[in-house]
């Protein structure tokens, strides 16, 4: 719920006043049970940031992430207990494991802490690594000694060990081989299917977006500028950037230099432009509008979002 995150920046601006990194700017975003969610939009533009105020690792600055209707810290900023129903699953694996520990001794202590009871507690951990499509024999195990996939798929267990509302997955795939990929994908693809796996997915890879997720979210300077049904946004796009993004990601061969395709570079967010922070990259912008007035994300057909005067 209007959710916005500032970095104040130190030393000050050319004539001494405090500048701060808007780093994401009044998000409005519903995800509904057993729904997949896609984050998309160029590095910078916030989904990271996002996507850690959602799991609880940052606090917002403004605004309030709930889940299920409740707030997910209380007054003075604290994780309410119960409420770590959120879990994240990062790049890179192997950082996101303790080496000391095996495999099977940090998914149980996940249960632990996510149930409170020891109860059938090896039971409970193999059906969990069974899950994942890893034979239970890998509880002996230490990180090391597992293959990257292997590793993100325990990553992927001890986070279902919390039996998360919501799992949100910040580029889950790109530190694996491309062969990898596609085995945790499927992965992902089957949690959401057979436990009704809530997710928010982000990826700079929007064919792994498209196959994974009902919903997507264009990003773009900290904010929302369309959010829509995958199929419609992929064949649709009504934002420009989404068009522009779109072009790039549909095409691999071409790159920059071709008509459609990313031109430009990512606005500083430290000094946004005026307007529609997409004005000096727009083909469609009409000098006077939109280089002064910031389109609000309103809502279209088909229970579209876009940001744009023109949309
Ligand atoms: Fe382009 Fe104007 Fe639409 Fe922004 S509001 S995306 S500048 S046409
Ligand atoms: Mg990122």
């Keep these: ?29 519903v995800i509904r049970p057993g729904r997949s969610v896609g984050l998309v939009g160029e590095s910078g533009c916030g989904k990271s940031t996002l996507a850690k105020i959602a799991a609880g690792f940052v606090p917002p600055s403004s605004g309030s992430v ?26 890179d694996p192997l950082a996101a494991l303790d080496p000391r520990l095996t495999i099977g001794a940090q998914i149980e202590e996940a249960l632990v802490l996510a149930s409170g009871s020891k109860e059938r507690l090896a039971e409970r951990r193999d059906d969990l690594l069974r899950n994942v499509g ?63 796996l809530t997710l928010l997915f982000i990826s700079h890879q929007l064919s792994t977006v498209r196959y994974l997720c009902d919903e ?53 967010p430290i000094a946004l432009p005026s307007g529609c922070p997409f004005h000096p990259r727009c083909s469609k912008a009409d000098p006077a509008l939109c280089m002064n007035e910031r389109p609000p994300l309103r809502a279209l057909d088909g229970g579209r979002l876009a940001a744009c005067h023109f949309a």
């Design 66 to 91: 709930m889940v299920k209707g409740q707030p997910q810290r209380d007054s003075k900023g604290h994780i309410m207990p119960g409420r770590r129903k959120v879990q994240m699953v990062f790049q």
């Design 1 to 29: 719920k209007q959710v916005s995150k500032r970095y104040a920046l130190s030393g000050g601006g050319l004539f001494g006043k405090a500048r701060s990194l808007r780093a994401v700017t009044d998000i409005d975003l």
């Design 216 to 268: 997507v979210v264009v990003m773009y300077a900290g904010r929302i500028i369309e959010q829509g049904k995958t199929s419609g946004i992929y064949e649709t796009p009504r934002h420009p950037y989404s068009t522009m993004l779109l072009a790039t990601a549909l095409d691999p061969r071409t790159r920059r230099k071709r008509e459609g395709a990313i031109v430009g570079e990512a606005p500083n």
């Design 134 to 196: 890893l034979n239970p024999e890998f509880a002996t195990r230490f990180p090391h000694e597992l293959s990257g996939g292997q590793r993100q798929r325990v990553v992927i267990s001890r986070a279902l060990a919390a039996e998360p509302e919501l799992l949100v997955c910040d580029e889950p795939l790109a530190a694996l081989d491309v062969s990898v990929q596609a085995q945790i994908l499927a992965l992902l693809d089957e949690l959401r299917r057979s436990m009704g």
